[in-house]
């Protein structure tokens, strides 16, 4: 199935979508090399005997590459692009859609949760219908993030560079539309225009009609299979039910009930995930009373509400980047541990996205019992004068929240330490480097100090 023969180079390999991305290659009979400023460890794990350089430099292009492919970090004036004249340069959706040409794709999008439906969606089309392969951008305990296999595909499919419009799946299953990458394109109504044109090109769509967005752009399309909690979905669920890091509901198809779920995962928004993924293996043709049963053993992604100690205090590590995110986090802990305080400690992540809903973030972190907010992880933006993570502190403070500020991660692990009570939940937010913090914490907790 592989289209690459030979050498394949990837710049920017220790990314999640690359890593994975350079499984699939490997398992396709590449031979795998690439560079990363912070290395690669991840990805030679996934593909064995990749060779990995730390730092980019013209010298780490293989002189007999077949292509070179890139993350959407990379910037044009890489010496390793530069180097590559003459060697197919692509980013790495195109080189996605090449790996997967002949293949039918279901491909999972939108702003939010698209890695756990993918996920899950992944693991039931795999294991109910014993073929098939999957991509996924994050790790899920005791499976490789990618497998190539055969038969349909699911790949979760990210939109913030807005080279997903490359792709045209057969299945395409749309989560939610909400403001975040929207430099990309020149605004919401520019992002809702990108997502409806990626519908258009799917046979099959599922959208989740509990996100009002996602409604509006699905609106005009031929039969979409519609899920969620609302009496409008055809795919829908009653009578959910949470205990700590476990939902359940009954699942409903067009008016009859069809089985009773588990989900491995806590909240209403985990139930959503549960059912896009029941969406996407209906639509290849499996029958949703196969597919129910099989949820309950799927594995969750990592930093997902990861839960990682509970020893007297219960420390979770969440991915969280975007209000909407940590909001969902913090209603899913409320429901799942009730009567529980919350000390949130949260890492604003890129500069860009802080500027724009520092005022936003405040508002959902005043719904925590305690807060510490510490210094922006900038991913590969540059710093912003006056944008800080401070901004968001006093946001929460505005609000009526309990909120602090602490420059350095070190300073915010002190700060949490000082608020944490015996029974509380200390949840840490974000897409940075905030779960070494997370692990730290947990670490500590765990012998009681």
């Known amino acids: 199935m592989n289209a690459f023969s030979g050498r394949v180079h990837l710049v920017g390999i220790g990314g999640d979508g690359m890593a994975a991305l350079a499984r699939l290659l490997w398992e396709g009979g590449s031979t795998v090399s690439g560079s990363d400023v912070r290395g690669g460890s991840r990805a030679v794990a996934l593909a064995p005997g990749a060779r990995v350089y730390v730092g980019h430099q013209a010298s780490h292009v293989p002189e007999r590459a077949s292509a070179v492919v890139y993350s959407s970090a990379i910037p044009p004036t890489n010496p390793e692009l530069r180097a590559a004249r003459g060697i197919p340069r692509l980013p790495r959706l195109h080189a996605l859609r090449e790996v997967l040409r002949g293949r039918e794709l279901v491909a999972v999008v939108g702003t939010h ?10 693991q039931l089309v795999t294991g109910v219908a014993e073929s098939g392969g999957y991509y996924v951008g994050g790790e899920v305990p005791g499976l490789p993030s990618a497998r190539l296999g055969r038969g349909p595909f699911v790949a979760e499919v990210d939109e913030s560079d807005g080279r ?6 057969e299945v395409t299953v749309l989560t939610s539309v909400d403001t975040d990458h929207l430099g990309t394109y020149g ?36 039969a979409p299979l519609t899920y969620g909690f609302s009496p409008e979905a055809a795919l829908q669920a009653r009578g959910a039910a949470y205990s700590r890091e476990r939902a359940s509901f009954e699942l409903f ?29 209906y639509l290849l043709g499996i029958p949703l009373a196969e597919l129910a049963p099989a949820l309950a053993g799927a594995a969750r992604p990592r930093r997902r509400l990861e839960v990682l100690e ?26 799942g541990w009730p009567k529980r305080r919350i000390v949130a400690v949260f890492q604003p992540h890129r500069y860009t996205r802080t500027q724009a809903l520092a005022g936003a973030f405040g508002r959902v972190l005043a719904g925590a019992d305690e807060v510490v907010v510490t210094r922006i992880y900038p991913a590969f933006e540059r710093p912003i004068p006056g944008v800080s993570g401070r901004e968001v502190a006093e946001a929460t403070r505005a ?18 330490a000082e608020r944490i009570q015996p029974g509380d939940i200390v949840a840490c937010f974000g897409a940075g480097d905030i779960w070494k913090l997370a692990r730290e914490m947990a670490h500590g907790l765990s012998y009681g100090s």
């Open 113 to 122: 949760g698209k890695t756990t439906t993918a996920a899950w969606a992944a």
């Open 164 to 169: 997903f419009l490359a792709l045209a799946p």
């Open 187 to 222: 605004g919401l109504p520019g992002l809702k225009r990108a997502f409806r044109a990626f519908l258009a090109r799917a046979d099959r769509v599922a959208v989740c009609v509990d996100d009002p967005r996602a409604r509006e752009v699905a609106e005009g399309l031929r």
């Open 253 to 281: 198809f067009r008016g009859g009930k069809v089985a009773d779920v588990e989900v491995p995962g806590p909240g209403p928004h985990n139930v959503r995930n549960a059912l896009g993924a029941l969406a996407a293996g």
């Open 310 to 335: 509970e020893n007297g205090y219960l420390v979770v590590d969440d991915y969280a980047h975007h209000p909407t995110e940590v909001a969902a986090g913090l209603a899913a802990l409320r429901l």
């Open 399 to 416: 609000t009526g929240g309990r909120a602090v500020y602490r420059d350095s991660p070190e300073a915010a692990m002190d700060a949490a």
